[in-house]
């Protein structure tokens, strides 16, 4: 998973978004677009807080591979 940034924020806030030159960003047609700033920080707070959580679990698989092979009780002290 990537870090989201300023940009993927503002699109994944407004669909309606299709290109963002600086600051700025724009429609299909052109037209500016405007968003709110601290919504946009809100998301990518909240993205890099999951992201930071993924990090600290091994994947699904591996913990269903462990459970698999080694019991819950095992899976449970990692």
Same mark, same amino acid.
């Given at each position: 998973? /990537? !870090?989201? =940034?300023?940009?993927?924020?503002?699109?994944? !806030?407004?669909?309606? +978004? +299709?290109?963002?030159?600086?600051?700025? %960003?724009?429609? /299909?047609?052109? =037209?500016?677009?405007?968003?709110?700033?601290? %919504? +946009? /920080?809100?998301?990518?707070? %909240? =993205?890099?807080?999951?992201?930071?959580? *993924?990090?600290?679990?091994?994947?699904?698989?591996?913990? *269903?591979?462990?459970?698999?092979?080694?019991?819950?009780? %095992?899976?449970?002290?990692?």
């Amino acid at each position: 998973m /990537k !870090l989201m =940034n300023e940009h993927d924020a503002i699109m994944k !806030l407004h669909s309606n +978004v +299709v290109t963002i030159r600086g600051d700025v %960003a724009y429609d /299909k047609d052109g =037209n500016e677009v405007s968003y709110d700033a601290d %919504a +946009v /920080k809100a998301e990518i707070d %909240a =993205n890099e807080y999951k992201e930071k959580r *993924l990090k600290e679990y091994p994947s699904i698989p591996d913990q *269903l591979d462990k459970i698999y092979h080694d019991g819950i009780d %095992a899976w449970k002290v990692v």
